[in-house]
T-cell receptor, first 114, second 114 residues
């Protein structure tokens, strides 16, 4: 099946630093989504990307849909303690039999120190 | 508006027992999904309902798992008999048919099989 390689697996950063994480796929995706999961909660959608090359921001978060359709990155600027959590990329493969099925990355665990 | 709700939030059962997880999607959402995250792994798709019909059940691990959505409202996922490797978090999600890309997740049902 489809696989998404997400990196890094975990990050320890200081408050105020910028963060970058990315996902790559061996096949083409037509939608890239970025979710955040807080402890004990379900994933919450942060940013959705629908076109190759698209760059979208949501507050301090910026994500881009790679030109090759095989990758995406998420940047967080000026991190704050509440950014702690697990960030997942997710996508829909271009040649999927079910439009709505999502493939998830393994997640990036972010910890922010004061 | 209430979000996706799941019950129970946590469950600990012995190997060989049966567990039934319930999901109430957002009112009016025709699409209902089940996903699972086993410890340290990515979130994986299990199946997708459109109203009461199973649109895609390609992610169901084996015949010990049975999902139903009678009447096209809430859904149940039964594991019988449970095995140790079934431990993990089971997420339910829903989306509106006209906006299928925005998928809202519940908080998850955390299952531990001992």
């Amino acid at each position: 099946g489809q696989q998404l390689n997400q990196s890094p697996q975990s990050m320890f950063i200081q408050e105020g630093e910028d963060v970058s994480m990315n996902c790559t796929s061996s096949s083409i995706f037509n939608t890239w989504l970025w979710y955040k999961q807080d402890p004990g909660e379900g994933p919450v959608l942060l940013i959705a990307l629908y076109k190759a090359g698209e760059l979208t921001s949501n507050g301090r978060l910026t994500a881009q849909f790679g030109i090759t359709r095989k990758d995406s990155f998420l940047n967080i600027s000026a991190s704050i303690p509440s950014d702690v959590g697990i960030y997942f990329c997710a996508g829909r493969p271009y040649f999927t039999g079910t439009a709505s099925k999502l493939t998830f990355g393994t997640g990036t665990r972010l910890q922010v120190t004061l | 508006e209430a979000g996706v709700t799941q019950f129970p939030s946590h469950s600990v059962i012995e190997k060989g027992q049966t567990v039934t997880l319930r999901c109430d999607p957002i009112s009016g959402h025709d699409n209902l999904y089940w996903y699972r995250r086993v410890m340290g792994k990515e979130i994986k798709f299990l199946l997708h309902f459109v109203k009461e019909s199973k649109q895609d059940e390609s992610g169901m691990p084996n015949n010990r798992f049975l999902a139903e959505r009678t009447g096209g409202t809430y859904s149940t996922l039964k594991v019988q008999p449970a095995e140790l490797e079934d431990s993990g978090v089971y997420f339910c999600a829903s989306s509106h048919q006209a906006a299928g890309n925005t998928i809202y997740f519940g908080e998850g049902s955390w299952l531990t099989v001992v």
